[in-house]
């Protein structure tokens, strides 16, 4: 079989990191085991998986967004990508536009990029309304209601379901920092209510009004960030009377800034993107 050469970027969202290729110039024949195989930190470029940058299937859209979590699977939205997808496609000459359609599985997010002498400083996604019912995401007779609890080897949680488009089950605690996130983050994605599995958030309301929070995301484990983390968890803070609904979302890898709106009902993201390196690698 004759090898493809494929040229890569990896950048990053507040330390969320991806593979990113522009499949209008390669093609990527199995995404799966490329994000599988590519997403390793010792045998592999390293990274929480690969995104693929295309044409979308809508006319209504500009560009598509595919997302392979590392272990394969495929992701219906990630925030830190798609914001990583506005600086690509501006700064990459793709696009001139500063208002960017991307079209992901989980609907048409619209990219508003923030310019600053000819560069991409910031972004704002809007990442639409959230969703609280959703029975192929979540179970709420196995966790005790939306609002419910969820027991985890030695510990019970009460948490908020929210779907940001991927189901999230955010948890405020006591003491974030010394939590341990592997263990109890790896059995609620797989609890029993939650059919799909489910990204898990633990989060912590500081004295300043910030919100710090740390994420085990389905599909990838810890993560430094999480865009619909943050902006579940900025949802779940105010509907559970924490917050108001502008949050400052403090992660592992950075801060992001949330507005749930009351006029429109959406969730607007906003936060930085960085490119990492370029690269050119045998598929």
Known sequence: MTQQKVRFTKMHGAGNDYI??????????DPSAISLKWSAYHTGIGSDGLVLIGKPVSAEADFSMRIF??????????????????????ERKLTDKTV???????GIK????????????????????PGFEDASQFAPEKCDGKVGTVQAADRTFSG?????????????????????????????E???????????????????????MRVWERGSGITLA???GACATAVAAAMTGRSGRESSIV?????????????????????????????????
């Not at 990113?20 to 024949?29: D, F, S």
């Not at 619209?110 to 309304?129: C, E, P, Q, R, W």
């Not at 974030?176 to 996130?181: C, G, K, P, Q």
């Open 20 to 29: 990113y290729v522009n499949t209008l110039l390669y093609n990527i024949p």
């Open 69 to 90: 979590n590392a272990d394969g699977s495929e992701a219906m939205m990630c925030g830190n990508a798609s914001r990583c997808i506005g600086k690509y496609l501006y």
């Open 100 to 106: 960017i359609r991307l079209e992901t599985l989980s």
């Open 110 to 129: 619209v990219i508003n990029l923030h310019i600053v002498n000819g560069k991409v400083n910031s972004v704002t996604v809007d990442m639409l309304a």
């Open 160 to 188: 908020t379901y929210v779907s940001m488009g991927n189901p999230h089950f955010v948890i405020f605690v006591d003491d974030v920092e010394h939590l341990d996130i592997a263990k109890y983050g790896s059995i609620l």
């Open 190 to 212: 797989c609890h029993e209510a939650f059919p799909s599995r489910c990204n898990i958030e633990f989060a912590e309301m500081r004295e300043n009004g910030d919100i710090r």
């Open 226 to 228: 999480c865009g619909t």
């Open 251 to 283: 992660m592992d890898g950075g801060r992001l800034s949330i507005k749930w709106l009351d006029t429109d009902g959406h969730v607007y993201m906003t936060g930085g993107a960085t490119f990492v390196f370029d690269g050119e690698i045998e598929i």
